[in-house]
């Protein structure tokens, strides 16, 4: 078991967002997370990267506890993440950029410097390395996002929307990005809208719904599952106007 | 790049031979000085991003450190300096610890906070001159002094430790603790993310700008042998600081010695033509420099200056906005 959450739950006043998520994720894995607007998926993302403490529940990362430490501690640990809208350093190159993910295994600036070049290669910015990372559009962004999460060597990565605003064409490199970094042995956590998406990289899938873990298990029976087809398309109008 | 730091090494360390006389030799010495604070500064709010209003606490620690050991136990001021660091950098950790736990203003509202407490403080306390100040030796005893009627040796010396100061500024941003200031400048919640440990490198930056910028206080109460609540700990010491680097470039290595270049002939122009009552239109030059440079260049003069030569080596049209 590589990352365990136990009953996680989260509140924001007296609004629950999250209650009494569950999720073990094994080496080696790809899961996803899925579920409409405001079903509490983020918020779970949020409280596995450490950007958010549970308000109750436990996340165990590699038999270390991880429920209260900062996000830095689990980059260190080895969790990585993406942002949904990149946050890229706009002042720097995009080597410089993923140099920033590559100093936390390789102090040394040489080190780091190579183990950058050998990213940004592999995700496909090679030519472009010494640019300024502002002369990106949004798929160059995305990639770099990944590249710099790279960079830092995790064991495990969660991609926020990675894949959101790309086009059909763009969708298809990305995932195929996607299938390689997982070749390079490093678990993910997958959130996304695009069904596409989840359907040919998952493994596993949990649904969300209304802060709830409404579904989980694999794409293709998730996605014919009444309860999941509900919280994505509402219920049957005849349904609706008795509730 | 290599270029333009050997013509800079070389305009200063020939300037007091073409610009003689004690007027030109004391402005030398005043621009050098107001370069090696706002290098100082520029260390904590240029690179790493996080604006301090309040770095006249560390100036005004630097400058009373050397006349205090002179009035109370006679000894050479230079020992103050030290001193002076020690007690910056420990006013750096006070402040630094509980404020960079939280991002955006906390910070730049605290420095200021305590630089004004401390104002107060010290032109109330008669252990260190109260409103009246100090004064350092009027007549050199030994060497250690370092009391001199020409401004050409405080030249020289000033040079020196600007030239470390940039050195080393040079030598960090090239490393992790640079590109981990620029990513904790550019976004504080990606950098986390990446591993970044953003309040220990924060205090690191502040710190060792805090203990410089005690230095450049040492230096100017040396050179000047007087200090007052005023011109050690008032807030117009930050303003400048932050106004020199912020003309030539915040965050470039040149940027605070051409903000300097430029502001401390002005400044020495406005006060000449005008008498006493020039200190009070330099203000106002400040303030209409703050205007000018947030609505049209917030990067500063190199920035300025970068953008006009790409285009003229450039010379064809732009394809793609940035």
């Given at each position: 078991?590589?990352?365990e959450?136990?009953?996680?739950s989260?509140a924001?006043g007296?609004?629950?967002a999250l209650?009494?998520?569950?999720?073990?994720?094994?080496?080696?894995?790809?899961i996803?997370?899925?579920?409409?607007?405001?079903?509490g998926?983020?918020?779970?993302f949020?409280?596995l990267?450490?950007?958010?403490?549970p308000?109750s529940?436990?996340?165990?990362?590699?038999?270390?506890?991880v429920?209260?430490a900062s996000?830095?501690?689990?980059?260190?640990?080895?969790?990585?993440r993406?942002?949904?809208?990149?946050?890229?350093f706009?002042?720097?190159?995009?080597?410089e950029?993923v140099?920033?993910?590559?100093?936390l295994?390789?102090?040394?600036?040489?080190?780091?410097?190579?183990?950058?070049r050998?990213?940004?290669a592999?995700?496909?910015?090679?030519?472009?390395?010494?640019q300024?990372?502002?002369?990106l559009?949004t798929?160059?962004?995305?990639?770099l996002?990944?590249?710099?999460?790279?960079?830092?060597?995790p064991r495990l990565?969660?991609?926020?929307?990675a894949?959101a605003g790309?086009?059909p064409v763009?969708?298809?490199?990305a995932?195929?990005?996607?299938?390689?970094i997982?070749?390079?042995?490093v678990t993910?956590?997958?959130?996304?809208?695009?069904?596409?998406?989840?359907?040919?990289?998952?493994?596993?899938?949990?649904v969300f719904?209304?802060?709830h873990?409404v579904a989980?298990?694999?794409?293709?029976d998730?996605?014919?599952d009444?309860a999941v087809i509900?919280?994505?398309?509402?219920r049957?109008?005849?349904k609706?106007?008795?509730? | 790049?290599?270029?333009s730091?050997?013509?800079?090494?070389?305009?200063?360390l020939?300037?007091?031979f073409v610009l003689t006389?004690?007027?030109?030799?004391?402005?030398?010495a005043?621009?050098l000085?107001?370069?090696?604070?706002?290098?100082?500064w520029?260390?904590?709010?240029?690179?790493a991003?996080?604006?301090?209003?309040?770095?006249a606490?560390?100036?005004?620690a630097?400058?009373?450190?050397p006349l205090?050991l002179?009035?109370?136990?006679?000894?050479?001021?230079?020992?103050?300096?030290?001193?002076?660091m020690?007690?910056?950098?420990?006013?750096a950790?006070?402040?630094?610890?509980p404020?960079?736990?939280?991002q955006g203003h906390?910070?730049?509202?605290a420095?200021?906070?305590?630089?004004e407490?401390?104002?107060?403080?010290?032109?109330?306390?008669?252990?260190v001159?109260?409103?009246i100040?100090?004064?350092g030796?009027a007549?050199?005893?030994t060497?250690?002094d370092?009391?001199?009627r020409?401004?050409?040796p405080?030249?020289y010396i000033f040079?020196a430790?600007l030239?470390?100061i940039?050195?080393?500024t040079?030598?960090?941003?090239?490393?992790?603790m640079?590109?981990?200031?620029?990513a904790i400048?550019?976004?504080?919640?990606?950098?986390?993310?990446?591993?970044?440990?953003?309040?220990?490198?924060?205090?690191?930056?502040?710190?060792?700008?805090a203990?410089?910028?005690?230095?450049?206080?040492?230096?100017?109460a040396?050179?000047?042998?007087?200090?007052?609540?005023?011109?050690?700990f008032g807030i117009?010491?930050?303003?400048?600081?932050?106004?020199?680097?912020a003309?030539?470039?915040?965050?470039t290595?040149l940027g605070p010695?051409?903000?300097a270049?430029i502001?401390?002939?002005?400044?020495?122009?406005?006060?000449?033509?005008?008498?006493?009552?020039?200190?009070?239109?330099?203000?106002?030059?400040?303030?209409?420099i703050?205007?000018?440079?947030?609505?049209?260049e917030?990067?500063?003069l190199?920035?300025?200056?970068?953008r006009?030569?790409?285009r003229?080596?450039?010379?064809?049209?732009?394809?793609?906005?940035?």
């Open positions: 078991m590589l990352l959450a136990q009953s996680v989260r924001f007296s609004f629950m209650s009494n998520a569950d999720l073990s994720v094994d080496e080696g894995e790809i996803g997370l899925i579920g409409p607007n405001g079903a998926k983020s918020t779970f949020n409280c990267v450490g950007d958010l403490v308000t529940g436990r996340v165990v990362f590699a038999e270390i506890d429920t209260n996000p830095e501690a689990h980059a260190r640990l080895g969790i990585g993406t942002f949904q809208v990149p946050a890229t706009e002042e720097m190159t995009i080597l950029n140099m920033v993910g590559a100093f295994r390789h102090p040394n600036r040489h080190d780091a410097r190579e183990k950058a050998e990213i940004v592999f995700v496909g910015l090679g030519g472009q390395a010494d300024p990372a502002r002369s559009g798929p160059g962004r995305k990639r996002e990944i590249a710099r999460v790279l960079a830092s060597e990565i969660l991609l926020d929307e894949l790309l086009t763009e969708i298809q490199t995932i195929e990005l996607v299938r390689r997982h070749q390079r042995g993910l956590v997958i959130v996304e809208h695009i069904m596409e998406v989840i359907l040919s990289l998952t493994q596993r899938v949990l719904n209304q802060g873990t989980s298990g694999s794409p293709s998730v996605v014919n009444p509900e919280a994505y398309l509402g049957r109008r005849e609706r106007r008795r509730a | 790049m290599k270029w730091w050997l013509v800079v090494a070389a305009l200063l020939l300037y007091p006389g004690a007027f030109y030799e004391r402005m030398g005043d621009l000085l107001a370069a090696i604070a706002a290098s100082a520029n260390i904590v709010g240029g690179y991003g996080q604006i301090s209003v309040g770095h606490v560390f100036f005004g630097g400058a009373y450190a205090l002179y009035t109370q136990w006679q000894l050479p001021p230079v020992f103050g300096v030290p001193l002076g020690l007690v910056s950098i420990l006013i950790i006070i402040i630094g610890m404020t960079f736990r939280l906390y910070f730049s509202m420095t200021i906070a305590v630089a407490l401390v104002r107060i403080v010290v032109g109330n306390w008669d252990f001159g109260a409103a100040g100090m004064m030796p007549v050199p005893r060497v250690l370092l009391s001199f020409s401004s050409i405080y030249y040079l430790v030239a470390l940039l050195g080393l040079h030598f960090l941003s090239r490393g992790r640079g590109y981990y200031w620029r400048r550019a976004g504080e919640r990606a950098a986390r993310s990446l591993g970044v440990p953003v309040r220990r490198y924060k205090l690191y930056a502040l710190m060792l700008s203990a410089f910028t005690s230095l450049a206080g040492s230096l100017y040396l050179m000047i042998g007087f200090v007052d609540p005023e011109s050690g117009l010491v930050s303003v400048e600081m932050i106004i020199t680097a003309l030539g470039g915040v965050g290595l010695l051409l903000g270049a502001l401390v002939p002005l400044k020495m122009a406005t006060n000449s033509l005008f008498g006493g009552g020039g200190s009070g239109l330099t203000y106002i030059l400040y303030g209409g703050i205007l000018v440079l947030a609505r049209f917030p990067g500063g190199l920035e300025l200056w970068r006009v030569a790409a003229a080596t450039r010379r064809k049209p732009v394809t793609h906005a940035a």
